[in-house]
């Protein structure tokens, strides 16, 4: 599991809250959101990120959809509870339709979610995280 945490745990407008349960996106996506001046704390267990989340300190959470245990939704209502501001970009793999993006996951999401689809260029990914951001 990767975990970078800064050290500094004050608000940031460019820190970023990443989760996905393959090792390999959060170190390429970890790397090169750093390299472009963000500061990233990533999570391959949705479980350990939920625990270790302090509202406030994240501009924006990127989550995958599909992992282990609980679902990149699940995460994003737990996270929202905790911080009414915090945004959300999810990522997946698969086909939105097989990600069972029912009417009810809407309903309870509040908005019409922002969806990735994998695999996503580095360059898409910090487009989609800008256009959040600004």
Do not use: W
């Amino acid at each position: 599991m990767i975990n970078h945490n800064s050290s500094n745990i004050s608000t940031n407008s460019n820190r970023i809250l990443l989760v996905d349960d393959e090792p390999d996106i959060t170190f390429s996506f970890n790397m090169f959101l750093e390299d472009n001046g963000f500061a990233v704390d990533s999570y391959n267990d949705p479980f350990v990120a939920l625990s270790s989340f302090k509202s406030g300190i994240y501009a924006i959470a990127i989550l995958d959809i599909r992992m282990p245990g609980m679902d990149g939704f699940e995460l994003s209502l737990k996270l929202r509870k905790a911080d009414n501001k915090l945004k959300i970009l999810f990522m997946t793999a698969y086909d939105v339709h097989e990600e069972g993006i029912n009417q009810f996951k809407l309903k309870m999401l509040e908005e019409k979610p922002i969806i990735l689809k994998k695999p996503i260029s580095l360059n898409d990914l910090m487009s989609k995280i800008k256009k959040e951001l600004s």
